[in-house]
């Protein structure tokens, strides 16, 4: 079984401070892991994965990401937040093994990130 | 443009109504994907089908159901047996090769109210 766990429901920081939303997850095998974000009342949008290769990925709108196998986690992190960056968050996990859950993907509950002016 | 088209955005139903969600994509992938949506839930998987005329269960797959009888498309019907069927639902797709491999596209959703 594969799961993702978001400890957060809601982070909330300063416009131009650094934010992280937090992610740990439990696959079986090794991980594809993955970044959405959905605005209101639209569908979620791709931001970054990590497949294999450097542990540090980054991904769309200055987001990155740091995939630590040990701890097993993969927390979105970004430089100097924006305010246009206040939406729903989400972290996916799969396991990379091709014949195990058909290529599905195991969401988190959602964080809400609010970058107040 | 690519993409996916989920309609209608909105729909209401009466209760004891079955209701059909179209979902349409031309990005040529292969597997497609129907998630609900709850809040505070994130989403959970209803059917997912990775071949035409082929298709899976997902977590939550009682009172819906969904056919894949053209690559394009995969659309869900929400029955009757659906006991709370109020959600928002998304439509996604994935390809299994290239550098969008795995990653999952998603439609602007299907926000279904039962009166």
């Known amino acids: 079984a594969q799961s993702v766990a978001q400890p957060e429901d809601q982070v909330n920081v300063a416009e131009g401070n650094p934010l992280t939303v937090k992610c740990t997850y439990s696959?079986?095998?090794?991980?594809?892991l993955f970044w959405y974000v959905q605005y209101p009342n639209r569908g979620l949008q791709f931001l970054l994965k990590?497949?294999?290769?450097?542990?540090l990925v980054k991904g769309s709108y200055g987001f990155e990401a740091e995939f630590n196998k040990s701890q097993t986690s993969f927390h979105l992190k970004k430089p100097s937040a924006l305010v246009s960056d206040s939406a729903l968050y989400f972290c996916?996990?799969?396991?990379?093994?091709?014949?195990?859950?058909?290529?599905?993907?195991?969401f988190g509950d959602g964080t809400t990130l609010t970058v107040k002016p | 443009d690519g993409g996916i088209t989920q309609s209608p955005k909105y729909l209401f139903r009466k209760e004891g109504q079955n209701v059909t969600l179209s979902c349409e994509q031309n990005?040529?992938?292969?597997?497609m994907y129907w998630y609900r949506q709850d809040p505070g839930q994130g989403l959970r998987l209803i059917y997912y089908?990775?071949?035409?005329?082929?298709?899976q269960k997902g977590d939550i797959a009682e009172g819906y159901s969904v056919s894949r009888e053209k690559k394009e498309s995969f659309p869900l019907t929400v029955t009757s047996a659906q006991k709370n069927p109020t959600a928002f639902y998304l439509c996604?797709?994935?390809?299994?090769?290239?550098?969008?491999?795995?990653?999952?596209?998603f439609g602007a959703g299907s926000r279904l109210t039962v009166l």
């Open positions: 996604a797709s994935s390809t299994r090769t290239g550098a969008g491999a795995n990653v999952l596209t």
């Open positions: 696959v079986s095998g090794n991980p594809y």
């Open positions: 990590y497949i294999t290769g450097d542990n």
């Open positions: 996916a996990v799969r396991d990379m093994r091709v014949d195990t859950n058909a290529g599905k993907s195991t």
């Open positions: 990005l040529n992938h292969d597997a």
């Open positions: 089908s990775q071949i035409v005329n082929d298709f």
